[in-house]
Antibody, heavy 121, light 106 residues
Framework: EVQLVQSGAEVKKPGESLKISCKGSGYNFRSVRIAWVRQMPGKGLEWMGVFYPDDSDSDITYSPSFQGQVTISADNSITTAYLQWDSLQASDTATYYC????????????WGPGTMVTVSS | DIQMTQSPSSLSASVGDRVTITCRASQTISTYLNWYQQKPGKAPKLLIYARSTLEGGVPSRFSGSGFGTDFTLSISSLQPEDFATYYCQQTYTTPWTFGQGTKVEI
């Protein structure tokens, strides 16, 4: 079964760092892009960035809205993608989804269940 | 950035109704238009990609059409499990952008 499993909910204080994960299984991790999507409470979906874990090199494209605010990375050896913050703000409170983007579809065909991040003092 | 505008933002309908949601892009996106369904507390689910291709397992009462800047998602006969929020998305160029969502309520 193709699936993305995300790390659990987090509660953090402003200024703290955080790294959440998304593990892919059931498919060739290197052959499919992984995207990250933010959903703030009661709001819509926002694309944050995408990771291309191909065989030769890894490439990352960020949305301008999130460039410099987060870091996307991955460890192909354990088929896991990451989203991290160096210094969280209250406005980072949201649910973060990872999603697989198969080239043939150019759409997010498989989604993780989401990681809820709460940032509060 | 390409802006995606959905209408209406919400609608009330009954089981068996035909429902149409529109999505307008601020510039042409060819057929790089996808539709997702999201239920409360759940991750979005891909319904339609490339404007009109149904994802596997999606009921045939869902259909998509359009080209360029104007697109529609239609549900031919609304079922109880279809009450949800629907989002369009363009993947023509980065930053990939979503519409603001259309909530379909009873």
């Amino acid at each position: 079964e193709v699936q993305l499993v995300q790390s659990g909910a987090e509660v953090k204080k402003p200024g703290e760092s955080l790294k959440i994960s998304c593990k892919g299984s059931g498919y060739n991790f290197r052959s499919v892009r992984i995207a990250w999507v933010r959903q703030m409470p009661g709001k819509g979906l926002e694309w944050m960035g995408v990771f291309y874990p191909d065989d030769s090199d890894s490439d990352i494209t960020y949305s301008p809205s999130f460039q410099g605010q987060v870091t996307i990375s991955a460890d192909n050896s354990i088929t896991t993608a990451y989203l991290q913050w160096d210094s969280l703000q209250a406005s980072d409170t949201a649910t973060y989804y990872c999603a697989r983007m198969e080239t043939r579809r150019d759409a997010f065909d498989i989604w993780g269940p989401g990681t809820m991040v709460t940032v509060s003092s | 950035d390409i802006q995606m505008t959905q209408s209406p933002s919400s609608l009330s309908a009954s089981v068996g109704d035909r429902v149409t949601i529109t999505c307008r892009a601020s510039q042409t996106i060819s057929t790089y238009l996808n539709w997702y369904q999201q239920k409360p507390g759940k991750a979005p689910k891909l319904l339609i990609y490339a404007r009109s291709t149904l994802e596997g397992g999606v009921p045939s009462r869902f259909s998509g059409s359009g080209f360029g800047t104007d697109f529609t998602l239609s549900i031919s006969s609304l079922q109880p499990e279809d009450f949800a929020t629907y989002y369009c998305q363009q993947t023509y160029t980065t930053p990939w952008t979503f519409g603001q969502g259309t909530k379909v309520e009873i």
